[in-house]
């Protein structure tokens, strides 16, 4: 990472989330240690915490205090972790190795996996009953994970048959699989950030366009790491040249939209150069 301070910044707010995760989800007791072995197989070690880290470093902007904003942070991880673990079972993307190391279904078995999955999920709405403003946090969340979001993504990017589709039907189908199946996550993460900060309708706006910009050039990024050339991604129909353009004119649409925060939003603005730069 070339920027030192968004290195400080990072660490600082991944502790925070790490702290927390660990108290609410593996502080829970009474249930069957399996459980508890393979949750902890999900969450831990930790991922790069990008969404929770979005949500908190929106709730910068307002001065807002952490505790305010930390459940609905966390419950945004769950949902990702769950939909990580189940994506990778055998009914899905079939694959063995996350984060380096075995998938949850091939350490702990699928039953496991499937149950550590629905376990994340749910405890991501039990979770957001203890921050600001849960009624609405719990829409945008919802929203943004369901058949209008994630999972209807995920449908699309894996039940769709696009072989015959048109060069136009294409474009379409990819722009609709990376809106929801990955930027529609990281847009509520914003989102979230700032409902849980009671921000005004403008501000709120504008974070909505910011989180949806750097969502797709997230997406757009990850594509071009992994280059599978089996599947519809930005650069199997655009090229690798043309979509890496595409996702900084997205990077830097999405800063415009930090303008009117003025400082205030520095941090946010480093996040969205490091969705560009990150190795990984
Ligand atoms: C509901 C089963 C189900 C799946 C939802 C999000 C998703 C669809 C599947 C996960 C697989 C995938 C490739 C999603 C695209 C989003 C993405 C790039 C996920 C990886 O996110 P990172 O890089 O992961 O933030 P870390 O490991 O850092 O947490």
Do not use: W
């Amino acid at each position: 990472m070339k920027n030192n301070n968004l290195k400080a910044i990072l660490k600082k707010k991944r502790s925070l989330i790490e702290k927390a995760l660990k108290k609410h989800i593996l502080k829970k007791r009474g249930y069957p240690p399996v459980m508890r072995d393979a949750i902890k197989h999900a969450l831990f070690p930790a991922g790069k915490r990008i969404r929770p880290v979005l949500t908190l470093l929106t709730a910068d902007i307002f001065g807002k205090k952490m505790k305010d904003v930390l459940p609905a942070a966390c419950a945004i991880e769950l949902m990702h972790n769950y939909s990580l673990v189940h994506d990778d079972m055998p009914s899905m993307d079939n694959d063995t190795y996350r984060r380096g190391r075995l998938s949850v279904h091939s350490r702990f078995g699928e039953g496991a996996a499937l149950l550590a999955g629905d376990a994340l999920l749910t405890e991501a709405f039990f979770l957001i009953t203890f921050g600001k403003r849960p009624a609405e946090v719990a829409r945008v969340i919802s929203k943004a994970c369901g058949i209008n979001g994630m999972v209807g993504g995920q449908a699309a990017d894996t039940l769709v048959n696009y072989r015959g589709y048109s060069s136009k039907k294409k474009k379409e189908l990819l722009k609709y699989i990376h809106l929801n199946k990955t930027a529609a996550l990281i847009e509520a993460s914003v989102v979230c950030g700032a409902i849980a900060s009671d921000a005004d309708k403008k501000s709120l706006n504008s974070l909505r366009r910011y989180g949806r910009n750097i969502g797709l050039a997230f997406q757009i990024v990850d594509d071009i790491f992994d280059m599978d050339k089996n599947k519809l991604t930005y650069p199997v129909i655009y090229g690798k040249e043309y979509s890496l353009k595409y996702a900084t004119k997205l990077v830097e649409d999405a800063k415009e939209e930090l303008k009117i925060f003025g400082n205030n939003a520095k941090n946010l603005s480093l996040l969205a150069d490091y969705i560009i730069e990150r190795k990984n």
